[in-house]
């Protein structure tokens, strides 16, 4: 079993934790799903990433890190809000803090 999970499910990014395992572990196994999903075409960027699910801020860093450059706008799912909240954008149609749907 993967100590994280990762799945693009109609253009959002879902994430989770898996079995148990440290944080350098993880980030580890990120790195590579992240790869692979790229490989294999799962991931080939476009307008905006939405991304949702729970992460450690080491586990975030590499996600960012990864789709950053194949998206124009990144955004994450607040569950205060009921929204997604802009925290990456390389795209003049989204502006960093911009809620979306």
Do not use: W
């Not at 476009?46 to 586990?59: C, K």
């Not at 950053?68 to 802009?86: I, M, S, T």
């Amino acid at each position: 079993m993967a100590t994280y999970n990762i799945a693009l499910v109609e253009g959002t990014l879902k994430i989770g934790f898996g079995s148990p395992a440290q944080n350098d572990q993880i980030v580890r196994d990120v790195e590579t799903r992240l790869a692979e999903m790229v490989t294999a075409s799962e991931l080939v960027g476009g307008d905006v990433l939405r991304v949702n699910g729970p992460a450690s801020l080491p586990v975030a860093m590499v996600i960012a890190h990864a789709v950053c450059h194949l998206y124009g706008a990144v955004a994450c799912f607040d569950p205060k809000l009921a929204k997604y909240v802009v925290a990456i954008s390389h795209n003049p149609s989204y502006n960093i803090g911009d809620l979306i749907d």
